[in-house]
């Protein structure tokens, strides 16, 4: 049989594989339900402590209201915020011996990663669902329309699954569950380090174009614009072609840590 013949199938036995992989992690949520709605609430325990308690102390440049300069920003941070969950549940997974059982099973060798990404997917849809809802609550709301808005929403799943990819591999290269730790001290510094809380014209200069080249900056950016929500302009190429780099810098990562992930998946025995 010709290697034409065989990709088809190939193809069909690793989603099939993929698709029951992530519907066992759909399952666990299903029998943890307390860790699943902690996950979806800490959202919105986000939106209110930024949105009431530092909202009233902080002004927008140009003008507008905080709350929908800051609702965007936060819908970014969530989704860089996620990368802790997919790490831990991958090198839990491999630490405990699961991924190895998987390896030895008749299955695509792509599945276990793959699973896990559309699984992260799913479950970040519908955090970001939540916050929506939190966020037209508490006053914010799209005025570009529902396909700009529909747009910016792709954007930010689109930001979530390069991240994902990124988590899954440092869990397979890492291989320790309490490594996130180490995960952390480097997602958070990142994530304040952006646009997301306060425009970078109000920091100084170097930190400023730091924060202008952020990949988490150029979705938020790119969400205030297709959200029409206020933003920051500026007259950088960073802050002029916010849409683009919001879709260039997750394909690049995706493209370096998709690849990455799979292999290091197929080595771990090595």
Known sequence: MSNLTLAPARLRWAVTDSAVL???????????????????????????????????????????????????????MTMAFGIEATYAAVATDTARGVTDRFRSLPMAPSAVVTGRAAADVLHSAAGLAVMLGCGWLVGWQWRNGLLPALAAIGLLLLLRVALIWAGIYLALLLRRPESVVALQILVWPVGFTSNAYVPPETMPGWLAALAEWNPLSATVAACRELFGNPGWGGDSFAAQHAVVLAVAWPVLLIAVFLPLSVRRYRRLSR
Do not use: C, K
């Open 22 to 76: 992530t519907g066992r992690a759909l399952r666990h949520w299903a029998r943890q339900p307390g860790q699943l709605i902690v996950g979806l609430l800490f959202p919105v325990l986000l939106v209110l402590m930024f949105g009431y308690l530092f909202g009233g102390a902080m002004s927008v440049p140009g003008g507008g209201d905080y709350r929908e300069f800051l609702l965007p920003g936060l819908f970014a």
